[in-house]
C-alpha cells in the first residue's frame, strides 16, 4: 500500500494502482471541491500514443478516440531526422503546423500550378490548405519535429494520400504513358510501397523552386511566428496570429502563451471556436467549464488539452519554472472573452448584486483585457 499526499487529503490505496501516473495527475486524484459532473475526457497525453517507428523518424497523434471532447480538431507529432523527408503527399482537410525544433523546408504546388518553396524554423508556422500537394525535409544540422493540427474530431479523417501509395497501385504501363515514356524502363524503379517517411539528403540553402509557367503562390505558406514579438503582461507574455497576420491560414489562429510560476492564463472562453492547447514547457493546471460540469486536469510537456467552443477555461502555471503553450482555435481570428473585462464593463450595480462585492471592488476590475494575470 502506499499513499498519495494531494493538499486536500492523502488518498491510500490497498489495491493496485499506477503511481508515476497518479503523481502526475494530482487534480484528478482528488479533484478541487469545484469540480463536478462529468465533462469527458479533455487531456491527453502524446507519450500514450503509439508511435509509427519509419526510416528516417516516427509519427505519433491523438484524436476524439482518445480524448473525446475534442471532436472538432485532431494532432499528430511528427519528428524527422536530419535530410529526412516526409513524402509528397495531400490532404482532404487543410494542414497547420507549429515547429518545435529545427529547420524544416516544404514545397508546394496549387491547382492553378503555382508553386512554393520556403524554410520553416522552430517557432514559425506553416499552412497548407485541402488538397495542395506538398513535402516536408528536415534540412538544419539537427533533426526536426513539428506539431500538425487538422479540422476534425478524426484524424483518420484528416485522409492523407502518399504518392508513392497511389503509384504503386497504377499499372506500371498507365504510369508510363501518364508522363510520356512508353516502351522505355523509366519511372521502374518507383516503390512498391508507401514510403511515408524515408531518409534522404538535405538539400542546399540555395535551393529555389523550380520557375512555374503560372507563377508563385502569392500568400506564403510559411510564417516567421519565431520572429514576432510578445505582448507583455504582469506574470508573462502572449503572441497571437490569425488569418490578418499569416493571411495563407484562413481557418486556424493561435496563441502562444508564457507563463511565469505562480501565473496564470486569466479565465476566458472563445466565441466562435473550440481550443485545442499543446503543453510544451512546464507544468500546469488546465480547468475546463461547460454548462454542466467542470473538470480539472494536470498538464505537462507534450500534453494536449481541448476546450469546446464557449466553455470557460483557465491555464495556471504550478511549477516552479516558466510554463509555455499553444492556444489554437478553428477560426480565421483569435479572439476570446475576458471574465474580468466583461465584469468592469457591465453596470457595477448588477456586479454587486451578483457577488456580494462592494463599489471598491468593482472599481478596481481591469477594463482592458489582461490576458495574463501574476501569481
Known sequence: MYAILTPLQTAPF???????????????????STDFGSVGSGKWSLSLSPMRLLSGGWVRYEDELVMPLGDEMAGA?????????????WHSIAEWVYVLAGETQISAVDQQGRNYFGTAKTGDLWYFPTGVGHHLQA?????????????????????????????????????????GVQGSDKWSNAPSKQLYIFPGEAMPSDTVAPDSPQGQIPEPFVFPWSEQPYEEFDGG?????????????????????????????????????????FFIEGNCRFSVF??????????????????????????????????????????AEFEDISLTQWLALTPPEIVKMHFGVDDETVASLSKTKNRVVPG
Open 14 to 32: 490497498s489495491g493496485p494502482s499506477n503511481p508515476e501516473i497518479d503523481f502526475q495527475n494530482p487534480d484528478l486524484l482528488a479533484p478541487p
Open 77 to 89: 507529432n511528427i519528428h524527422l531526422e536530419p535530410g529526412a523527408v516526409r513524402e509528397l503527399h
Open 139 to 179: 534540412t538544419g544540422d539537427g533533426p526536426s519535429e513539428f506539431v500538425l493540427i487538422f479540422k476534425t474530431g478524426l484524424f483518420d479523417a484528416a485522409k492523407t494520400f502518399h504518392i508513392t501509395d497511389w503509384l504503386s497501385h497504377i499499372p506500371f504501363g498507365v504510369l508510363q504513358k501518364n508522363f
Open 237 to 277: 507574455k502572449v503572441k497571437t496570429v490569425d488569418s490578418s497576420t499569416f493571411k495563407a491560414a484562413k481557418d486556424f489562429a493561435a496563441a502562444e502563451v508564457v507563463l511565469e510560476p505562480g501565473a496564470m492564463r486569466e479565465l476566458h472562453w472563445h466565441t466562435t471556436a473550440d481550443e485545442w492547447s
Open 290 to 331: 461547460t454548462e454542466v460540469a467542470a473538470r480539472t486536469y494536470d498538464m505537462s510537456p507534450g500534453d494536449v488539452g481541448y476546450a469546446p467552443i464557449s466553455s470557460g477555461h483557465y491555464i495556471e502555471n504550478i511549477g516552479n519554472t516558466t510554463a509555455r503553450f499553444l492556444e489554437v482555435t478553428d477560426s
